[in-house]
């Protein structure tokens, strides 16, 4: 079978375009357009990007895209991994956040009721006996005489 680079260079050729113009027509940079021609995928970025040149590359000859990326998997023998998502282990720091998460419910629940008692407390008991019992009359009556 014939290798995916040789294979998208002899379709270009056929159609009597230039490495140029496939740069231009699939906006793929002309150095990557050459590691495909020659089949030197790695020294392409991440597997996506190249997929995704691939796609546009074939678009651009005409060819069918789910056959070039066929030949593509087989020639690199790509195994599609799932990644495994990643968890909080279920035990110890699990139940330590809900120990920290109801620590901090509380010392909250505390500084509001602080906050409302301040808010809420009657006003005139914080003042000392004597200034609450004077009239004015007396107060001024004082200094003069």
């Keep these: 079978m014939e290798s995916i680079g040789r294979y998208l260079?002899?379709?270009r050729e056929a159609h009597g375009m230039s490495v140029e113009e496939i740069a231009r027509a699939t906006r793929i940079p002309i150095s990557s357009i050459e590691h495909i021609e020659g089949d030197h995928f790695d020294d392409l970025p991440a597997e996506v990007f190249v997929?995704?040149?691939l796609r546009s590359y074939a678009r651009a000859v005409q060819v069918s895209v789910d056959d070039v990326l066929a030949r593509y998997t087989a020639s690199r023998r790509v195994s599609l991994v799932t990644p495994i998502p990643l968890s909080a282990p279920q035990g110890r720091k699990s139940s330590g956040r809900r120990v920290g998460v109801?620590?901090?419910f509380?010392?909250?629940l505390i500084l509001f009721t602080v906050a409302i008692s301040?808010?809420?407390r009657p006003r005139g008991q914080g003042i000392p006996r004597e200034l609450s019992?004077?009239?004015p009359s007396t107060s001024s009556a004082s200094f003069l005489g």
């Design 102 to 104: 109801a620590i901090a």
């Design 133 to 135: 019992n004077t009239t």
């Design 106 to 108: 509380v010392l909250l």
């Design 51 to 53: 997929r995704g040149f």
């Design 118 to 120: 301040i808010v809420l």
């Design 9 to 11: 260079k002899g379709m």
